[in-house]
């Protein structure tokens, strides 16, 4: 490191300002005496009783606060948008390795990482995870193949884009038929089942689905779109 | 062995927020701002999250035996639901803006923060 | 026990976070994150938190690399 | 929003204006005009203040538009700044009114509610408004540039009609003050005295013809104001007596000089000269304007100054009627060099041809011209509605006893015979001029005509009307008023006011980081200073 | 019916993008146009509150009272005209997918109760700006984008910061729920909460010594974007940043504190356009200006200022989406947005739009702007701000000085181009102006909705004072 170019003046001033900051911050919240009860307190005690799921924190995401997620849907639906926009799909991956060993493995991990990634989407209401994590797993199957397949392998646009837009209309949906048959949007619109069942959490199972569908093909998109770059 | 874990996570955390500021406000790099933003953000999870930690209590869900939901023996899931929300939402953005300034250095050849003069009243 | 392990995981994050902010060279900047992804991801699990620790991993493993890894690889390893 | 009411004063300045839009409407400009007649109207027959101000505005931009076809950025930049600046001045007046009347009808306002520094406030702003619409000194800046790059009609519509919504605004507005609290109006029959000295020297000094009448245009405002300053029945007279006068006179004297620059393509006094004879109509009417304006004891001019030096005596104010006095007979100069330099005198040598006036441009100076002529015979004519419009403001009555004889306190004249024996005179000197044109030789070089020691330059061309002014330099006090100009101050201002704004500017230019650090600062700085 | 509808409809027209991608533009206005017509029909049944899924305390709160509706309509009517306005072009995707999150974004602001909810849909609006900004994909759009990104982030962070301490110290996230028990948690901590939400939304309202990027992101975007972000983005966060000073009861100083802030923000912003050659710039600090002058109104926190506050909202972003849109016209046929080219054209339509816009931005009768300039110096007036009325009556002088000088522009230069609109065009710009005009000599109707939202907003304020 060189030290002279490191510590300047004007970064000495930023940095006392910035540690000026950070002390009154921490004096402050050091202080901080936190709520005795909580939303969170709340909904633990509901949980059961309105949702069935098992996962609390999977409910949350889903249910109590589904648009939330929606709208988490659509922010990454929006970047990964402006990401294929600036950065156009070219022909050349910029990893090509042709390792047969590579090939090879992946060819064997990338089902199981499918099947994993299913599982983790279909299991959140019942253990940690859920379709965020899942998709992002199933997505993580698709890079690997980026990395090991070279120029030839890409994605077919058609079913990435009908897949994302079906499962982000279908989240929508799940939320307006929730108007129709119940009384309030996002509502609970099925049977309930049972705490611990895979079938359990009613419209909660569903929406996960759907994210998963969605957050799999739009981070596949990504994977695609920064592993074969286009050169401006 | 303290009295409680949340003065320490919150100072740890803080300092590393600091630090991420520091980075955001001196360094010149454009992809290093993002990756302190990206730090910097991480740091508060940490802290919010850390905070809702008492030792002991177990992750809200229900599973391994334990069949019912109760504040006393459970951590709050609220924060966990927005943390999970908000960390989605942080690399989104920073994906879009790495995406920009891969084709801003593609456009300039630089990516330096106290070179970039397109904009102003000469231009 | 578990006081210690949390102490020492958050203290090495303060020293990742230096050196992602403050190393030269930017390769290692995102390695160190990376460290850093994983090491918060420790603390989750540790703060009770499975679902939050999950999504920073696949997020670690899935995205960030990707996606600050090709940014390097496109521009320029070096700061200035 | 819009409320309206139709008052004595009203149908007085709407029928003024009227009477010179109708007669100045052309076709090209015609919708602007009439937008600025529509807007006149607003104003002049508005009931609430809301209303005024609405037609005051469109009054400003519909000028401005009417202006922007043949004026400089610079001068159109002027205009609409010192406009608007009296016009927000204007505003500001009219919310603080509102905010001690609740009530923004004319009728509700009452100036003896109001505590004394808003009253002071209230008046001021209300003054910035009225000085800027009359071209009070200091705020002439724009008067002169916009009267000189206006097309020569809309000239006369500025200075016959535009410049008197000041006028109106006045009396609407402050004529009813307490009678204890009036120590701005002294400043301000000061500043009108002052601007009619000041402007009628700049006017002398002029070469070009409608700056020489802006400037008299202004001086003849600073009669009005110093007038309406009194709050006296019979100054109010005399301004409006003024008011309808100087509409008359200035009328005539753009059009007639419009027709001029129309036959020559000159507006320079040292281009012209020596027109006499070839539209001897032009010359008669402009020299009955010009009796007109000088306030010499005929045609009407001088009914307006009368009443204002009755109504300065009345008050015993003898320094400020010597200071009109001294400022009126001064107009005679220039009232002198726009005879001289455009009709007398020779031709100049480089002889353009000359074009056919139009025919529309004798209509309104005939019309003027009647009408100053039958004030002349009839001085007390007008005076039953101004002493109606000054009952509906308050003062006491004024009795005139004849249309013939306008008599105040100190003395009256009758105009029937004053103008039968001045009508013998002028056809005496008409003829007399008639007979001399036949003996006239051409001077045949520029020494023929020049003395008083100038020296001559070849190609120059010399007569009584070029120049004339330029010895005024040489007079102590008159020099030092010459050397003035407010434009300096107006200039060097906007000169500030750009510098900081470009340093101002600065801040949005700052880098990012820079941005993030002093909200970071801020952050801080507030966090530390509220705990 | 469902106050979701506002949001919802447009993300499921965008999540079905690819079923109609060579229609997006005709897609973009009906939808807009059915919004507007949703949220006209909603005024009868004002005020609505609903919650999602469950009830209080964990529902999310969506709420229409007679301020956001106001907003609403706004919004939904900037967008209609926005789309209208590029039926002309051909299907741009990232145009569509842009604005319609831009509208979800704004839509959200106004209509959401729940703080981290808010978080989400100031995220939206972000990210769809930080797009719109770099539609271009040129250096400078990038630059300009980039820029904006990193100080949203900044923005962000202390709005996450702000969101963290109210769940750890009030544990609840719905606005109301917070306003009840903001008083009973440790001061020191209100303070940092009201502090760095200050900032957050500060950076996004675009206020003084927080707006310093915002002329850079205005020249870098398209000239009808940056239209939207006048007319929506600013407007929406004014709105929020207002209504929490409300809801959470801030104290009189920090109230004081508010309106010198916008007060600087109004005057700094007008004297820096005075002498700019860039016609976008321009635009971005008399948007600057005029937000000042909103806030400034906003912040006394007085039912007549904030009437007039919403009243100069509802007229600022037409005549600003206005003069914007015209200067896009302008812009893609003569290529340039620097003042100059008043003087390259030649087209009589447009000099009367750009006329109509500046003088109803100026506040001269009879257009819009007066009425808005009028209630709120009345309303200054009842509150005895003197010194706020000669700030704005002088500041307002500079603000003539820059737009007269740019429209003398229109009379100079000698080779003009002849700039003709298509029918479309016209009758989009003329309802504008006619607006504009209407709103100027009949602003009652308006007045008297804007001020049933100004009661609507300011709820219990005015009982803390």
């Known amino acids: 490191m060189n030290l002279k170019r490191t510590l300047r003046v004007e970064t000495l001033l930023v940095a006392l300002l910035v540690s000026v900051t950070t002390l009154v911050l921490m004096q402050i919240l050091l202080n901080l005496h936190l709520a005795g009860h909580s939303l969170g307190d709340e909904i633990l005690h509901i949980n059961a009783a309105s949702t069935q799921s098992a996962n609390a924190v999977t409910s949350v995401v889903t249910y109590f606060r589904g648009l939330d997620t929606l709208g988490e849907v659509s922010i990454l639906f929006l970047s990964i948008f402006g990401v294929a926009l600036h950065m156009p799909r070219g022909s050349k991956n910029l990893f090509s390795y042709h390792n047969t060993l590579l090939y090879i493995g992946v060819s064997i991990l990338f089902p199981l990482m499918l099947l994993f990634g299913v599982y983790v989407i279909l299991h959140g209401h019942l253990s940690p995870g859920g379709g965020f994590q899942g998709g992002v797993i199933i997505a993580g199957a698709f890079l690997l193949r980026f990395l090991t397949y070279g120029d030839h392998y890409e994605l077919k646009e058609r079913v990435v884009s009908l897949s994302e837009s079906l499962s982000g209309a279908g989240f929508i949906v799940l939320g307006l038929l929730g108007l129709l048959v119940g009384d309030r949007i996002f509502t609970q619109i099925l049977p309930l089942g049972t705490l611990g069942e895979l079938l359990s959490g009613g419209v909660i199972e569903l929406i996960y689905i759907f994210v998963g569908l969605k957050v799999s093909a739009e981070i596949s998109l990504l994977a695609e779109h920064f592993v074969k770059a286009h050169n401006v | 062995m303290f009295d409680s874990l949340h003065p320490l996570i919150t100072m740890i955390s803080l300092a590393i927020f600091g630090v991420a500021l520091l980075g955001v406000l001196v360094k010149k790099n454009l992809f290093k701002i993002f990756l302190a933003f990206s730090v910097a953000e991480s740091a508060l999870f940490l802290f919010f999250i850390g905070n809702h930690y008492t030792p002991g209590l177990k992750a809200p869900i229900a599973a391994d035996g334990i069949t019912r939901f109760d504040p006393a023996f459970m951590v709050d899931p609220l924060p966990q639901a927005m943390i999970l929300t908000t960390i989605v939402i942080g690399i989104a953005v920073s994906a879009l803006g790495l995406s920009m300034v891969i084709r801003y250095y593609k456009l300039t050849g630089h990516m330096r923060i106290d070179k970039m003069d397109e904009l102003g009243e000469e231009q | ?80 | 929003m819009l409320h309206f009411e139709a008052t004595l004063l009203g149908h007085l300045f709407f029928g003024l204006s009227l009477l010179v839009i109708v007669a100045l409407l052309r076709k090209n400009d015609g919708l602007w005009h009439l937008l600025l007649l529509g807007s006149l109207g607003i104003i002049f027959y508005a009931s609430s203040l809301v209303t005024l101000f609405i037609g005051w505005e469109m009054m400003g931009w519909s000028g401005y538009f009417i202006l922007s076809k043949t004026a400089r950025v610079s001068t159109l930049q002027r205009y609409i700044l010192f406009n608007l600046g009296g016009a927000f001045a204007l505003l500001g007046a009219i919310a603080l009114l509102f905010s001690f009347m609740g009530s923004m009808m004319l009728c509700d306002i009452d100036l003896t509610l109001l505590p004394v520094w808003a009253l002071h406030s209230v008046s001021a702003l209300v003054l910035i408004a009225v000085f800027v619409k009359s071209g009070i000194i200091g705020a002439h800046d724009w008067v002169v540039d916009s009267y000189q790059e206006a097309s020569p009609l809309f000239s006369a519509v500025l200075s016959a009609i535009l410049s008197k919504a000041g006028i109106y605004l006045f009396i609407v507005l402050l004529l009813k003050q307490p009678h204890d609290e009036r120590v701005l109006f002294e400043l301000m029959a000061w500043l009108g005295a002052i601007t009619s000295v000041v402007a009628t020297f700049k006017a002398i000094s002029q070469d070009e013809i409608k700056r020489l009448l802006a400037y008299s245009s202004i001086a003849q405002l600073g009669y009005i104001i110093t007038a309406l300053s009194l709050m006296q029945a019979y100054a109010l007279e005399a301004a409006l007596y003024h008011t309808v006068i100087h509409t008359l006179v200035k009328l005539l004297l753009f059009v007639n000089v419009a027709a001029i620059m129309a036959i020559t393509g000159k507006e320079r006094f040292s281009e012209l000269g020596g027109l006499l004879y070839r539209v001897p109509l032009l010359f008669v009417l402009l020299v009955i304007g010009i009796i007109a304006l000088a306030g010499m004891p005929l045609l009407g001019g001088f009914n307006g100054k009368f009443l204002l030096y009755t109504a300065l005596l009345e008050e015993k104010r003898a320094l400020l009627l010597a200071t009109v006095m001294f400022s009126s007979a001064s107009a005679f100069l220039y009232c002198y060099k726009l005879v001289y330099g455009i009709y007398l005198g020779q031709r100049p040598h480089d002889e353009s041809p000359l074009h056919v006036s139009p025919k529309s441009y004798y209509i309104p100076q005939l019309l003027s011209a009647a009408l100053l002529i039958l004030l002349g015979f009839l001085p007390a004519l007008p005076t039953p509605l101004f002493s109606a419009i000054g009952v509906e403001a308050g003062f006491s009555a004024l009795e005139f006893t004849k249309p013939s004889i306008l008599n105040s306190p100190f003395g009256s004249f009758n105009g029937a015979v004053l103008m039968s024996a001045f009508g013998v005179v002028f056809v005496l000197i008409l003829g007399l001029l008639q007979r001399v044109h036949s003996k006239a030789k051409a001077a045949q070089n520029a020494q023929d005509i020049s003395y008083c020691g100038e020296v001559p330059k070849a190609g120059v061309n010399l007569h009584f009307g070029y120049g004339m002014g330029h010895e005024l330099g040489r007079i102590g006090f008159i020099a030092f008023i010459l050397r003035r100009q407010s434009r300096r101050f107006w200039d060097y201002l906007n000169l500030i006011v750009g510098d900081l704004s470009i340093l101002l500017r600065s801040l949005y230019a700052l880098g990012t980081q820079h941005i993030l650090l002093l909200s970071l600062l801020g952050f801080t700085l507030l966090l530390l200073g509220g705990l | 019916m469902s106050l979701l509808l506002f949001i919802l409809l447009p993300l499921l027209a965008i999540f079905l993008m690819p079923f109609y991608r060579a229609y997006l533009h005709y897609v973009s206005t009906v939808l807009s146009m059915a919004l507007f017509g949703l949220a006209l029909t909603c005024k009868a049944a004002l005020p609505l509150v609903e919650r999602v899924a469950v009830d209080l305390p964990l529902a999310i709160t969506f709420e229409l009272s007679s301020v956001s509706w106001l907003l609403v309509t706004l919004f939904t009517l900037s967008m209609s005209l926005f789309s209208l306005y590029h039926l002309r072009f051909s299907s741009n995707k990232a145009l569509f997918v842009g604005t319609n999150m831009l509208l979800v974004g704004v839509i959200g602001l106004v209509l959401s109760r729940d703080i981290f909810n808010i978080y989400i849909f100031f995220e939206i609006s972000s990210i769809s700006a930080y797009l719109l900004t770099s539609l271009n994909q040129d250096a400078k759009a990038y630059g300009g984008a980039i820029r904006y990104m990193i100080i949203g982030a900044f923005a962000s962070l202390f709005f996450l910061l702000s969101i963290m301490l109210i769940y750890l110290t009030i544990g609840v996230l719905d606005l109301q729920m917070i306003a009840q028990r903001f008083n009973l948690i440790d001061e020191q901590v209100q303070y940092l909460i009201l502090l760095s939400l200050f900032i957050a939304l500060g950076i996004k309202t675009e206020l003084f010594g927080l707006n310093f990027w915002v002329p850079d992101v205005y020249q870098a975007s398209r000239s009808a974007v940056s239209g939207l972000f006048s007319a929506m983005l600013s407007k929406s966060y004014l709105f929020l940043l207002f209504h929490l000073a409300y809801l959470l009861h801030v104290s009189t100083s920090q109230m004081a504190f508010l309106t010198l802030v916008a007060a600087l923000t109004f005057a700094v912003a007008e004297f820096s356009a005075l002498k700019s050659r860039e016609t976008k710039r321009i635009f971005a600090f008399s948007t600057l200006g005029q937000i000042g002058l909103i806030a400034l109104a906003l912040s006394y926190g007085d039912t007549a200022l904030t009437e007039a506050a919403l009243f100069l909202i509802i007229v600022h972003a037409l005549a600003k989406l206005m003069l914007f849109l015209a200067l896009d016209l302008l812009e893609r046929r003569l290529g340039s947005t620097k003042s100059e080219i008043f003087a390259r054209f030649e087209s009589l339509f447009l000099m009367a739009v750009f006329t109509v816009g500046a003088l109803s931005l100026l506040g001269i009768p009879p257009f819009a702007g007066f009425a808005a300039k009028l209630s709120l110096l009345k309303g200054l007036a009842g509150l005895e701000a003197y010194g706020a009325m000669a700030l704005i009556l002088t500041v307002s002088l500079i603000e003539a000085a820059y737009l007269f000088r740019l429209l003398s522009g229109f009379r100079q230069g000698e080779q003009k181009m002849v700039v003709t609109l298509s029918p479309l065009e016209r009758l989009i710009f003329g309802v504008m102006m006619f607006a504009l005009l209407l709103l100027g000599l009949m602003p009652q109707p308006l007045l008297a909705l804007c001020q049933e939202a100004a009661q609507a907003m300011l709820g219990g304020y005015h009982a803390a004072l």
Do not use: K, N, W
């Open chain 3, 1 to 80: 026990m578990i006081d210690f392990l949390i102490l020492s995981i958050l203290l090495s994050l303060l020293v990742a976070s230096i050196m992602i902010v403050f190393s030269e060279d930017l390769s290692h900047s995102v390695i160190t994150y990376m460290g850093f992804g994983l090491g918060s991801t420790l603390l989750y699990f540790l703060f009770s938190a499975p679902d939050v620790a999950l999504t920073e991993a696949v997020i670690g493993a899935g995205i960030s690399s990707t996606v600050y890894l090709v940014a390097l690889l496109q521009t320029s390893v070096h700061e200035s």
